[in-house]
């Protein structure tokens, strides 16, 4: 693999934070310039149903985790199923005793529903825009969104210089798609989540466009190979 050092780091804080420590500790120079930020939907929890009325909670993000954090004690006992493995630590450590993990992205979800869990409504808190539509997956379960944060475009300029971008999303990708010139993806690198983060991205100039072999931050750290020696 080409080698790398200086990995433009464009998630949302505090994910940010915690990708640069685990760059730095790779041996990475991270360039933290986030494409997003995340704020909490004023007057989003008003619209929760009562947990009477849900069956099993489905979880996305860990940023979905902490902006329905107010609510969890009054759904701490419904089965939680989580998109991936970061999701369901953060859903445990919230306080939720039954999660199950997923270990992908919204189609492993809505399989791991479909197979696992129990009959009734399931409430999806997440973004505004979720990356996937879970209703539609789940045709025969009712599925409630309830839409709790908003990712906001921060039109952040592109780091100089980097080796390589990583890109969390597809929210984050069309985002960088939308402000980052053409000719500054010429001789570099992106590290992408999923198919659908690398898709804008094809219009560009990018050396190599690597796809995660799993939808989580290990398989994109992985995909970075080892980082380059120091000049």
């Given at each position: 693999?080409?080698?790398?050092?200086?990995?433009?780091?464009?998630?949302?804080?505090?994910?940010?934070?915690?990708?640069?420590?685990?760059?730095?500790?790779?041996?990475?120079?991270?360039?933290?310039?986030?494409?997003?930020?995340?704020?909490?939907?004023?007057?989003?929890?008003?619209?929760?149903?009562?947990?009477?009325?849900?069956?099993?909670?489905?979880?996305?993000?860990?940023?979905?985790?902490?902006?329905?954090?107010?609510l969890i004690p009054?759904?701490?006992?419904?089965?939680?199923?989580?998109?991936?493995?970061?999701?369901?630590?953060?859903?445990?450590?919230?306080?939720?005793?039954?999660?199950?993990?997923?270990?992908?992205?919204?189609?492993?979800?809505?399989?791991?529903?479909?197979?696992?869990?129990?009959?009734?409504?399931?409430?999806?808190?997440?973004?505004?825009?979720?990356?996937?539509?879970?209703?539609?997956?789940?045709?025969?379960?009712?599925v409630q969104r309830?839409?709790?944060?908003?990712?906001?475009?921060?039109?952040?300029?592109?780091?100089?210089?980097?080796?390589?971008?990583?890109?969390?999303?597809?929210?984050?990708?069309?985002?960088?798609?939308?402000?980052?010139?053409?000719?500054?993806?010429?001789?570099?690198?992106?590290?992408?989540?999923?198919?659908?983060?690398?898709?804008?991205?094809?219009?560009?100039?990018?050396?190599?466009?690597?796809?995660?072999?799993?939808?989580?931050?290990?398989?994109?750290?992985?995909?970075?190979?080892?980082?380059?020696?120091?000049?």
């Amino acid at each position: 693999m080409t080698p790398i050092r200086r990995v433009w780091v464009t998630r949302a804080e505090p994910g940010a934070a915690r990708t640069a420590d685990r760059l730095t500790a790779l041996g990475f120079t991270p360039l933290v310039a986030p494409l997003l930020t995340l704020a909490p939907l004023p007057g989003a929890l008003d619209a929760a149903p009562s947990p009477d009325a849900v069956a099993v909670l489905a979880l996305t993000s860990p940023n979905g985790v902490e902006a329905f954090a107010s609510l969890i004690p009054r759904f701490r006992d419904h089965p939680v199923f989580a998109v991936g493995d970061a999701t369901a630590e953060a859903a445990r450590a919230a306080g939720f005793a039954d999660v199950r993990s997923a270990s992908g992205d919204i189609h492993a979800l809505a399989r791991l529903i479909a197979a696992e869990a129990p009959p009734g409504p399931l409430l999806a808190p997440g973004a505004r825009e979720p990356a996937g539509d879970l209703p539609d997956l789940l045709p025969d379960r009712p599925v409630q969104r309830l839409p709790v944060y908003a990712a906001v475009e921060t039109h952040a300029p592109a780091p100089e210089p980097f080796d390589a971008v990583m890109l969390h999303s597809p929210r984050a990708a069309r985002a960088l798609a939308a402000d980052l010139p053409r000719a500054a993806s010429s001789d570099r690198i992106a590290i992408c989540i999923s198919e659908a983060a690398a898709a804008p991205l094809h219009p560009f100039d990018f050396t190599e466009i690597r796809i995660a072999a799993a939808p989580d931050e290990p398989a994109m750290l992985s995909a970075l190979g080892k980082p380059a020696a120091p000049v």
